[in-house]
Structures are given as structure tokens and as C-alpha cells.
């Protein structure tokens, strides 16, 4: 594993708490990715995961604790905030590429915009990232015209463009109809063997199984387990992750 013990974590929350109006959804979390991990998040549906990956990216703001990005505290707004945003990238359960926009254009705009790509470059790039996903002869369709799995493809590459420095994943393949969701965890799975930082929320046992370097387990707006995909797998500690495995496997 790539933990070069100066290198900071990519990603390091300390003592996290989050609220919503009396709903404490976050309680205390501690964790770290280092750079080149890939770490699966597992727990069940209210667990605070989604709010976890929004508060990496300060979609979310939280009430107390910190979380860093490289090293650095979160900016609260403008352009650090921008760049933070370019620098951490997400891919949705929805996809939420713009309907209005090509394919090839939703992976140019914002390259162009916020890293001040020029539209030459932008599109050379975007180009190669959708012949990495697969899907370069759809570059010029509207996002109605592609399939599920195409969509979610689509996504990450306009996530790639911006070259991030760690891709968060939430429930990607969730929204999927079952054919699709290997081909998305397939371009998953080659961003991690090309060393890329991934935090992935999923329900794909079989992806935290092969991909994940390590299996953090949320319950209840805790931090329950975090440890080897073997470990949890074959050894969980605690009843909570017994119970959910024994539901889920
Ligand atoms: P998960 O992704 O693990 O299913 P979430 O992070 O979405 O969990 O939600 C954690 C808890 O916070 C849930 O009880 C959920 O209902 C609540 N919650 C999430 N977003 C909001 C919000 N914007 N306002 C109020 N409560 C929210
Ligand atoms: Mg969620």
C-alpha cells in the first residue's frame, strides 16, 4: 500500500460531529485515506454516509471537529472552495449530468471554467477519458440518449477532467438496472488499479471484496469497524456488523 509516512492523508477527519436540527448524524468520526487507498463504506440506509461524503467535499457543513483535504483544513467558500471542489471529485447515485448539454460538453465545461482549461485541451482530454470509460462514441449524444450505465461512465470521466486529487463514490451503482453495474464497477476498479484515492459508498460486496484496501462499517452515525476486507468480512467484531452482514450477504 502507498502510505509514505510523510506524505499527509488525503483525506483526515477528526473528531466530526454533524446535525441536523436535533439528529446527531455524525458522531465524533475519526478516519483517514491515505493517498492510493481505496476505502469501501458500508452501513446500512441512515447510517450518515451520504452526509460523510458531502461533508468531504463541503456540501454539508459540520457543527465541530475538522475535516482536511491533502493536508489542508476545508475552505469555507470562493475559490478555495472551488478548487477543493475540483480537487475532490464525486460521482452521485443520480448522475446529474447536465440534460441539455452533450456528453462531450459535460466533461469540458467545468475544466474550462474552473481549472481555465483551454477548450482545445479540454476536449482532447475529455476525449481520452471517455475512450478510458468506453463510451467515446457517445461524446456527442445527450446524456436522455445513453443508457444507465453509459450515464454513470459519463460521470466519472467528467469527474476525472478535473484531475482530482480523490474520487468519492456514492452508491454509484445503486440507481442501475442489474446489467449495468459492472461495466460501472469495472471503471471503478481500473481508477483504483491506477492508484487513484476512492472513498465508495456501495453495496457491491463483491467490489469492497477485490478493490477496497480497507472496509470502514457505519452505524448509526458512528465509525464501528474499520479494518481489511478480509477481516470484516470473515471476522466482524461487532454485533452491529454481524447483523448487517448476515442481512446484505
Ligand atoms: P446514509 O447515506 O447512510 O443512508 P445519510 O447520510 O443520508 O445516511 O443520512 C443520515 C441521517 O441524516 C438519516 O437519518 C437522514 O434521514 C438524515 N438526513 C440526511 N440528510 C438530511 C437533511 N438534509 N435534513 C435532515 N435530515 C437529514
Ligand atoms: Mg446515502
Not at 485515506?33 to 454516509?49: C, D, I, R, T, Y
Amino acid at each position: 500500500m502507498s502510505t509514505a509516512t510523510s506524505a499527509p492523508p488525503m483525506i483526515k477527519a477528526s473528531g466530526v460531529n454533524k446535525f441536523f436540527g436535533d439528529l446527531h448524524v455524525l458522531k465524533e468520526i475519526d478516519f483517514e485515506v491515505p493517498a492510493g487507498q481505496v476505502v469501501v463504506v458500508l452501513g446500512p440506509s441512515g447510517s450518515g454516509k451520504s452526509t460523510l461524503c458531502r461533508a468531504i467535499n463541503r456540501l454539508e457543513p459540520i457543527n465541530s471537529g475538522e475535516i482536511q483535504v491533502d493536508g489542508k483544513p476545508l475552505p469555507a467558500e470562493g475559490k478555495a472552495l472551488a478548487a477543493l471542489r475540483a480537487d475532490v471529485g464525486m460521482v452521485f447515485q443520480q448522475f446529474n449530468l447536465f440534460a441539455h448539454k452533450t456528453i462531450l460538453d459535460n466533461v469540458t465545461l467545468a475544466p474550462q471554467k474552473v481549472r481555465k482549461v483551454s477548450a482545445g485541451d479540454a476536449r482532447k482530454t475529455a476525449m481520452e477519458l471517455l475512450e478510458r470509460v468506453g463510451i467515446a462514441n457517445q461524446a456527442q449524444k445527450y446524456p436522455a440518449q445513453l443508457s444507465g450505465g453509459q450515464q454513470q461512465r459519463a460521470a466519472i470521466a467528467r469527474a476525472l477532467a478535473m484531475r482530482p486529487k480523490v474520487m468519492l463514490f456514492d452508491e454509484p451503482t445503486s440507481a442501475l438496472d442489474p446489467e449495468m453495474v459492472q461495466e460501472v464497477l469495472d471503471t471503478m476498479t481500473s481508477l483504483a488499479d491506477e492508484g487513484m484515492t476512492m472513498l465508495v459508498v456501495t453495496h457491491e460486496m463483491g467490489f469492497a471484496r477485490r478493490a477496497a484496501h480497507r472496509v470502514v462499517f457505519m452505524s448509526d452515525g458512528e465509525i464501528v469497524e474499520d479494518s481489511t476486507p478480509d477481516d470484516f468480512f470473515t471476522a466482524p467484531k461487532s454485533e452491529r456488523a454481524k447483523d448487517f452482514l448476515g442481512k446484505i450477504l
